[in-house]
């Protein structure tokens, strides 16, 4: 069992680094990331934003290179 502080600082760790993604993707990308997280298909994303696949699609893209830039400049840490 891990000591309570130690999920404290966890904790907070996960809000820091939650913070940081959604401060670099915008509004729309946010929404499809959590669209995605949630399990959504692109068309069903696309259905439900009443936007193009296309566009759901390059939302998705453009999410992965901010993540992946995030992840390599070491801003997760």
Not at 15 to 40: M, Q
Not at 46 to 75: H, M, Q, T, W
Request: hydrophobic residues 30%; charged residues 35%.
């Amino acid at each position: 069992m891990r000591d309570p502080e130690e999920l404290v600082i966890a904790r907070e760790r996960v809000r820091e680094l939650t913070d940081s993604i959604n401060d670099s993707l915008s509004k729309y990308e946010s929404t499809v990331l959590g669209l995605y997280l949630d399990g959504f298909t692109y068309g069903e994303m696309a259905k439900s934003l009443d936007k193009p696949y296309k566009s759901v699609e390059n939302a998705i893209s453009r999410i992965r290179k901010k993540l992946a830039r995030f992840y390599s400049s070491g801003d997760n840490r």
